[in-house]
């Protein structure tokens, strides 16, 4: 099954859009419940324990990875839309080594290099990578414009941005230079350790829902739900940016 397949028109039934409707209500309280947590903050007292600590804390760090990945709503979304139609474990390592590739890379020298971006713009662009996969998902681009874009490379390339969005929050919290390197690369592996949890979680219960008969009818609605809390997570951003 292909995202061009999953119909050609955008008008949804009327059952389709109470399903668009409960899925998009859910997505918005899981995305409220914590307005910290859309813009890839640190938990206060994690914020206030990476600021007062000197040399090297592995396992505290990894910790600290993993937490993050697995509460950070933004990256989930987007490994939900990049597996979303992967049935083989091969393709769904490959993106998902793409993407870590991608985040690993700009975290670890964005932060010990001190590159510094605007958090606000640059989670506006991680939630702008969710709509992208989101329409990807629904053949938007083939219906759109004629062409499907690379599906790998954008992996990878919205992978350099998530990877950014949390290393300006980690300079911004003015971490120690004692321990730096080996700080990080154990928060790193947190962080890799963290999205195999959350991966492990989203494909069991993709594996349990592809079985069932509503799967294929319920796909575009749930992407069109997922494009939604994209644009939330943008408009979220975007405020945040403009007011600040």
């Not at 397949?5 to 949804?12: C, E, M």
């Not at 640190?42 to 697995?70: C, N, P, R, T, W």
């Not at 575009?220 to 739900?225: F, L, Q």
Request: charge should be neutral.
């Amino acid at each position: 099954m292909f995202p061009s397949q999953l119909g050609g028109a955008f008008g949804l039934p009327v059952l389709a859009r109470r399903h668009a409707l409960t899925l998009f209500t859910l997505l918005v309280m899981l995305l409220g419940a914590s307005g910290e947590a859309l813009a890839h903050a640190v938990a206060e007292g994690d914020k206030g324990y990476i600021q007062e600590i000197y040399g090297v804390h592995l396992i505290s760090f990894v910790y600290l990875g993993a937490k993050h990945m697995v509460t950070g709503y933004d990256h989930i979304l987007f490994l939900l839309g990049v597996i979303f139609f992967l049935y083989r474990m091969q393709h769904i390592a490959i993106y998902v080594s793409l993407f870590a590739i991608g985040h690993s890379t700009t975290m670890l020298l964005g932060v010990y290099f001190n590159i510094g971006i605007n958090s606000y713009l640059i989670d506006a662009i991680i939630g702008l990578s969710v709509v992208y996969k989101a329409l990807d998902n629904i053949g938007a681009y083939q219906r759109w414009f004629g062409f499907q874009p690379n599906t790998k490379v954008a992996t990878l390339v919205f992978g350099l941005f998530h990877g950014f969005g949390l290393s300006s929050k980690i300079i911004e919290y003015d971490i120690a230079s004692d321990g730096l390197v080996p700080n990080l690369l154990a928060f790193n592996v947190g962080v890799e350790i963290g999205q195999l949890l959350a991966l492990s979680a989203i494909l069991i219960v993709m594996g349990f829902w592809r079985r069932t008969n509503g799967f294929l009818r319920h796909a575009y609605t749930a992407n069109v739900a997922m494009m939604c809390a994209g644009f939330m997570l943008v408009g979220y951003q975007l405020t945040g940016y403009f007011i600040a």
